[in-house]
């Protein structure tokens, strides 16, 4: 597992921080991620939402496969989002927002980090799936080039799935 030192923080915004996770987060990433993913109970199948919402052991279990980093308010972590390597890519997993928090740049701010981290990682790529309802996020995909890729239907416990990437050039 990789963990930023704290001085290597970096202010996105007079507001909040973006950072490399620390176990030491991973109760309020967990905490994040069932308040997100409980926002989409009528959009989302049942099966699906629990899968993104990690118990705090999960959630350390998740930290050593993956990559996490986090946006913070003074001591709270108010933003996430999860990278995972592979095969020469970088998938962006797990991206959430507190609600009373979005609109600030900090999904932006996220995506941002994960572009640098691929990058740093010699990834010759970023992909990542999302429901079509998740609109506020893929406009943030698209602000920083994503393109759609793919579409399955009925592919998570009969929720369709959209694909999208961005190529990385060297």
């Known amino acids: 597992m ?10 996105t915004n007079a507001a909040f921080l973006t950072r490399r996770a620390k176990v030491a987060d991973a109760n309020q990433i ?12 009528k959009l989302m199948p049942r099966e699906l939402r629990e899968s993104r919402q990690p118990s705090v052991d999960e959630m350390r279990e998740w930290m050593k496969r993956e990559t996490y980093i986090v946006a913070a308010m003074g001591s709270e972590v108010v933003g996430v989002v999860g990278c995972r390597l592979m095969h020469g890519t970088c998938q962006l997993t797990h991206m959430a927002v507190d609600k009373p928090h979005r609109g600030l740049g900090i999904g932006t701010a996220l995506v941002k980090e994960v572009i640098e981290f691929a990058r740093s990682k010699k990834s010759h790529k970023i992909w990542l799936d999302t429901a079509p309802f998740m609109e506020e996020a893929i406009s943030i995909y698209m602000k920083f080039g994503f393109r759609k890729s793919g579409y399955m239907s009925k592919h998570f416990w009969g929720l369709d799935i959209e694909f999208y990437e961005l190529i990385l050039t060297p």
């Open 2 to 11: 990789q963990i930023m030192r704290d001085n290597d923080s970096k202010p």
């Open 30 to 41: 967990s905490a994040l991620y069932k308040r997100v993913w409980d926002e989409y109970e």
